[in-house]
């Protein structure tokens, strides 16, 4: 019994190492899809954030400021992805593969320039990450500390889920960014700014996707690397189609491979699966997914679809 609980408490800590990123890169999606504006570069502003969190994070010494700056690295990808589909009406599926180029070529580029031609950043001290919370008040490897004894922006994200899903359907902006994403036509007669709108969801899209990449190399990893994200931002958009374009359904969604991550993370000292067969597990829990459930998703109607103003 003491060996199952042990293992379910090292299950969840995975888990609540797994999902953060998603969810946020998944929150982000969310904004940016329910406007009317594909974002498929929510992997390239996860790089990029990735990048800057480990570089801010290394040179002041400061999680928090870190996590901060990979955010805004990420909101000014989100910049330029709106000026290119929102403002000239390009392809948002091209522009969005652009960024996913773009984005880890320069933060590539930028690690080799700033350390002596290393495309890896050096390793942070724990001082330098995100804190844990209740560090030192459960004994180590017990179920609570496994459980409790994490980073708060593991149970932030959760928060932050709820929060939007509040805004999404209880608020004015909730309204019209709804509108805009099915009926930018309609939302202009009617005073909406649609360019507005969906400048600041596509922004903010890329502030959540940094945010997600901080995550990684500031919790996960504790340093930048090329494949750091891995293939990342792509599971956070299956996550929100699973999640059928809701914060609180991607949250579900993200909690799902989160697990199988998780699952992945338990089975990784075994010598009974293949690790590489382990490796497997959450892009084929990703696969399954969109092909049950990608059907029963409703695209918002106006979604990669240029809008441009009536003269």
């Not at 190492?17 to 009317?36: D, W």
Request: contains cysteine.
């Amino acid at each position: 019994m003491d060996v199952l609980i042990k293992d379910l408490g090292l299950l969840i800590n995975a888990m609540l190492i797994a999902t953060p990123p998603l969810l946020f890169a998944a929150l982000g999606s969310c904004f940016s899809e329910r406007s009317g504006v594909i974002n498929i570069g929510i992997e390239g502003m996860m790089t990029i954030g990735a990048f800057t969190g480990a570089v801010v994070a290394y040179f002041t010494g400061n999680g928090w400021v870190g996590f901060l700056c990979g955010g805004l690295a990420g909101a000014v990808f989100g910049v330029i992805h709106a000026v290119a589909c929102v403002s000239f009406g390009a392809d948002q599926t091209i522009a969005g593969t652009a960024i996913n180029f773009l984005a880890p070529g320069l933060a590539v580029f930028l690690c080799k320039a700033m350390f002596d031609n290393s495309s890896d950043s050096p390793a942070l001290d724990t001082a330098a990450k995100l804190p844990k919370m209740f560090n030192g008040v459960f004994k180590s490897g017990s179920f609570l500390y496994n459980v409790l004894c994490t980073y708060p922006v593991a149970y932030l994200c959760f928060a932050l889920a709820i929060l939007i899903g509040f805004v999404f359907y209880k608020t004015k902006f909730g309204m019209r960014l709804r509108a805009v994403g099915e009926h930018p036509q309609a939302c202009e007669t009617l005073g909406i700014n649609v360019f507005r709108t969906r400048y600041i969801c596509v922004i903010l899209s890329g502030f959540l996707a940094g945010l997600g990449g901080a995550f990684v190399t500031l919790a996960t990893v504790s340093q930048f690397r090329p494949s750091v994200i891995v293939g990342q931002g792509f599971i956070a958009i299956a996550a929100v189609i699973f999640g059928k374009f809701d914060p609180v359904g991607s949250m579900k969604a993200c909690l799902l491979f989160g697990f199988c991550n998780g699952v992945k993370a338990l089975l990784g000292g075994s010598n009974v699966v293949s690790p590489n067969l382990i490796s497997m597990i959450p892009y084929v829990v990703t696969i399954l997914a969109l092909v049950l459930f990608v059907g029963q998703s409703r695209v918002p109607a106006a979604n990669g679809k240029p809008y441009m103003k009536s003269k």
